[in-house]
């Protein structure tokens, strides 16, 4: 099982950015995704959830709004669009099933 996640970086308050998640090594069109991130010095916290056929979509308060997460079982990728960006939204950002080992997530800063 492998998580590979990338489009984060650096951006203004207010920005957008959209980070893509690659998995591989399982069946990918038979799980649940979720998005989750970890700021400096708290816990890990799930953000958003998409269920296996692209349903059942969950968001956490404080991104409900702003966030948008999708996925393509063709492709065996998870997204999460990002706008209007909060400087409370840095974090590193996982994808995850829920269970399997973590991937090296990408970074999201935003910062004036």
């Known amino acids: 099982v492998q998580f590979v996640e990338s489009g984060g970086g650096l951006v203004q308050p207010g920005g957008s950015l959209r980070l893509s998640c690659a998995a591989s090594?399982?069946?990918?069109?038979?799980?649940?995704m979720r998005w989750y991130r970890q700021a400096p010095g708290k816990e890990r916290e799930l953000v958003a959830g998409?269920?296996?056929?692209?349903?059942?979509?969950y968001y956490t308060n404080s991104v409900r709004g702003r966030f948008t997460i999708s996925r393509d079982n063709a492709k065996n990728t998870v997204d999460l669009q990002m706008n209007s960006l909060k400087p409370e939204d840095t974090a590193v950002y996982y994808c995850?099933?829920?269970?399997?080992?973590w991937g090296q997530g990408t970074q999201v800063t935003v910062s004036s």
């Open positions: 090594g399982f069946s990918f069109s038979r799980y649940r």
């Open positions: 998409i269920g296996s056929d692209g349903s059942s979509i």
């Open positions: 995850n099933t829920g269970s399997a080992p």
